[in-house]
């Protein structure tokens, strides 16, 4: 069975520039898979950033940007803020209408 | 402006039926090519897709839920509702209720909406 990957955690620095994965234990992620990256703070809904690998949701600022970099989709925090610092996951679509999500990378900005 | 609202009991009895409703508001649930789903988060875990139904009323499950799930529409209401058998403590989880696009060609056509959640707990 094919596993959904993300880093566990990751840190950055105020204003730095951070880029999460979102990879397959088997084989690699590409457009077809419809990546898209949603943000998560504690007791809150979760809040969707990009779809379809790198289109912004409505509202979400442009210095947070989705792409496919290498055989992982990736989302990109360019200037990081404080209030940034929350759970991201990303959702694949695997086929036949089954999607799966990642496990979730805790982001802290410090 | 499409919303979402999860209702349904906050605990259920290990063993039973788990049943939840969406409510759409903003639109007619039956006027969009959407699809509609429900998404769960264990307390302190990640979010794990449940399934979907489509516009054209076909259900897509998680492997691991669907011998226990059921989700269905009912267009008179504009409701959606999400069944779950057979209950357990492992089935203790926030639920959101999600409407997103249709996907083609590598391009879905709106980004996934959230409900606010509502927390279910398993416990007799």
């Known amino acids: 069975q094919t596993v959904v990957t993300q880093e566990p955690s990751f840190s950055v620095s105020p204003g730095g520039t951070v880029t999460l994965t979102c990879g397959l234990t088997s084989g690699s992620v590409s457009t077809t898979f419809y990546p898209s990256w949603y943000q998560q703070t504690p007791g809150q809904a979760p809040r969707t950033l990009i779809y379809s690998t790198n289109t912004r949701s409505s509202g979400v600022p442009d210095r947070f940007s989705g792409s496919i970099l290498g055989n992982k989709a990736a989302l990109t925090i360019t200037g990081a803020q404080a209030d940034d610092e929350s759970d991201y996951y990303c959702l694949l679509y695997m086929s036949s209408g089954i999607w799966v999500f990642g496990g979730g990378t805790k982001l802290t900005v410090l | 402006q499409l919303q979402l609202q999860e209702s349904g009991p906050g605990l259920v009895k290990p063993s039973e039926t788990l049943s939840l409703t969406c409510t759409v508001s903003?639109?007619?649930?039956?006027?969009?090519?959407?699809?509609w789903g429900w998404i769960r988060q264990p307390p302190g875990k990640g979010l794990e897709w449940i399934g979907s139904?489509?516009?054209?009323?076909?259900?897509y499950y998680n492997p691991s839920l669907k011998s226990r799930v059921t989700i269905s529409v009912d267009t008179s209401k504009n409701q959606f509702s999400l069944q779950l058998s057979s209950v357990t403590a492992a089935d203790t989880a926030v639920y959101f209720c999600?409407?997103?696009?249709?996907?083609?060609?590598?391009?879905?056509?709106?980004?996934?909406?959230w409900g606010q959640g509502t927390l279910v707990t398993v416990s007799s």
């Open positions: 903003g639109g007619s649930i039956s006027s969009y090519s959407y699809y």
């Open positions: 999600t409407v997103r696009g249709g996907c083609s060609g590598g391009n879905c056509s709106r980004a996934r909406l």
């Open positions: 139904i489509s516009y054209s009323g076909s259900t």
